[in-house]
């Protein structure tokens, strides 16, 4: 376990000065747009694009803060969110026809796809993007973009799923790309609306998942809180642990009036404390 602060932010969505606001009052960016976090670490969900009008500003930031943080001994990262996922099909892939009955530039644009991130996407951008993890172990949590099973589909550890997404995307197959683009919809696996949030009766789910890929708990985005909640996004000021405290929700529904929020991981309990 870190002794170091790590701090979490849910899905971006091209919201710029949401984001620079987050990192500012958490003391971890300076006016100036440099890293100040010192040894802290940084994690982002994924879900830089489509939506708001800034998702490529959103990922040059991190990919400057990641490099800044390195130098200072501390960390910046990101998980692969469906978002990168469905940006990088409409460049590599246009007017071919998905299952959907569009194709995937149209698919793109029907989530929120914005015409200047995809004209101003850049090798740089798209290898950063590519190297993405799709699952990680953070301070003995898992970690995944998305509150989902489909994950199962492609390896029964944190880096059989990895190496699986990163062949995926290498192989340019837009028949493979589709079907996990289509996998992606799937959100609120570990949710059960009809128990309280706090009742383990409703973590079963959620212990299988931690079982097969590791961690006393699950920290993900892709579906905001008020979803769960039935709230104004803007009355979302932090994370939603449910499941009997084993799944922790970071999306903060920045692009639905959320100003979103900065998590810092607390310590997990020690065995036997």
């Not at 930031?61 to 501390?74: R, T």
């Not at 990680?136 to 944190?158: K, W």
């Amino acid at each position: 376990m870190s002794n170091r602060p790590i701090f979490v932010i849910g899905d971006v969505h091209g919201e710029y000065d949401k984001l620079i606001a987050l990192l500012r009052s958490a003391s971890l960016m300076n006016p100036n747009f440099n890293w100040i976090g010192g040894d802290s670490t940084l994690w982002f969900m994924g879900d830089f694009f489509d939506r708001g009008a800034h998702g490529i500003a959103c990922m040059e930031l991190v990919m400057q803060l990641q490099d800044e943080a390195f130098s200072s001994g501390g960390e910046v990262q990101s998980l692969l969110g469906n978002h990168e996922m469905v940006l990088l099909s409409a460049y590599f892939f246009g007017e071919q026809p998905t299952a959907w009955g569009g194709t995937f530039l149209s698919d793109w644009l029907r989530n929120g796809g914005q015409s200047t991130d995809l004209s101003s996407l850049r090798e740089e951008h798209i290898v950063w993007i590519m190297n993405l993890p799709a699952m990680a172990h953070v301070d003995g949590r898992l970690f995944l973009h998305a509150d989902a099973l489909f994950y199962e589909h492609y390896g029964s550890s944190v880096a059989e799923v990895n190496e699986a997404f990163k062949a995926l995307l290498r192989s340019k197959d837009p028949a493979a790309w589709d079907r996990l683009l289509a996998e992606f919809s799937e959100r609120g696996a570990f949710f059960d609306a009809e128990t309280d949030i706090n009742d383990s009766a409703s973590s079963f789910l959620a212990e299988q998942y931690l079982r097969k890929y590791g961690g006393k708990a699950l920290v993900h985005g892709h579906t905001p809180i008020s979803k769960f909640l039935k709230k104004p996004d803007r009355d979302i000021t932090g994370p939603l642990i449910y499941a009997g405290g084993l799944c922790v929700d970071v999306d903060g529904g920045m692009n639905k009036g959320g100003l979103g929020f900065v998590y810092e991981l607390p310590p997990l309990e020690k065995p036997g404390a």
